[in-house]
């Protein structure tokens, strides 16, 4: 915890942090949480692999009957709350070597609206718990969104006239 | 908005709501508006299409900076607040046949978390606004987050022990 502390209050050589505005033009109900193999930010992946550990996403109640049809998609979307993550730094450095990026050029947890999304195999359903490979968040990360993946996804309603 | 207000509030046969939980597990900072061509739902497309027309990402002030080497990059993800959609159902009638399906497996603007995520191309950067085509959402959608496609990004700083 030490570690990861301090991680959220100092600033990188060139880093930029923002007075933040207040959090509230929408807000999220966590659906669920994931459950992985990492437990501290050092061993957790850069990148999820489709061909790493399974990971469970265990679905709260209420949100359980809008799993159905989701296990005929081999592919699907995740979206996370990355909870740990500072949310004011507009301009950041991966590598702390001065060399800084704006946080909309990288795949960082730091972000204003620090949202995590994974597309994932879908390895089983078994109630009210998802199992996939190809994560690379925290254990005990919340879950806000699970869809089938854009690609092999078709609408089933009509085309409208946009399409 | 007469017809929108309806299907607000209307079920269609089979679809099943809940009582919903309040929304405040996290909040989220609106960092810039979407304009696109489309200004009702009806004309929406239910698919953006890389080839569809250019949309025009209003920045907010703050984060403006943010945008720093985002022009590098031919496809990003963006991720918006489907702010017109109900948030309560959890079994729907995409057709409104009475054939239903979990929301979970519907990639229906409709869900506990109305959160749009698309692929896009990135056309230009022009001072506080990005071009892109490839979105399918409402003119004056929210816009809360802009990142690098993951399948053309390669993370900055050294991989870690879950690589």
């Known amino acids: 915890m030490t570690v990861d502390a301090t991680r959220d209050t100092r600033l990188r050589?060139?880093?930029?942090?923002?007075?933040l505005p207040p959090a509230n033009d929408a807000g999220l109900i966590f659906i669920g949480l994931i459950h992985t193999p990492?437990?501290?930010?050092?061993?957790?992946p850069r990148q999820g692999r489709l061909d790493g550990p399974v990971c469970r996403l265990e679905?709260?109640?209420?949100?359980?009957?809008?799993?159905?049809?989701?296990?005929?998609?081999?592919?699907?979307?995740?979206?996370y709350w990355l909870h740990r993550s500072r949310r004011d730094l507009v301009l950041q450095s991966p590598k702390g070597d001065g060399a800084v990026r704006?946080?909309?050029?990288?795949?960082?947890?730091v972000r204003p609206n620090p949202i995590g999304t994974s597309v994932v195999e879908l390895v089983g359903?078994?109630?009210?718990?998802?199992?996939?490979?190809?994560?690379?968040?925290?254990?005990?990360?919340?879950?806000?969104?699970?869809k089938p993946d854009r690609c092999s996804y078709t609408p089933i309603a009509s085309p409208r006239a946009g399409d």
């Open 59 to 79: 679905i709260f109640g209420p949100w359980v009957p809008s799993l159905q049809g989701l296990e005929q998609f081999e592919r699907i979307e995740v979206l």
């Open 102 to 109: 704006g946080t909309f050029s990288l795949r960082s947890p």
């Open 38 to 44: 990492w437990t501290t930010r050092e061993e957790t």
């Open 13 to 19: 050589a060139g880093e930029v942090a923002i007075d």
């Open 125 to 146: 359903i078994e109630g009210a718990v998802v199992l996939v490979r190809g994560l690379d968040c925290l254990d005990g990360t919340p879950l806000i969104d699970l």
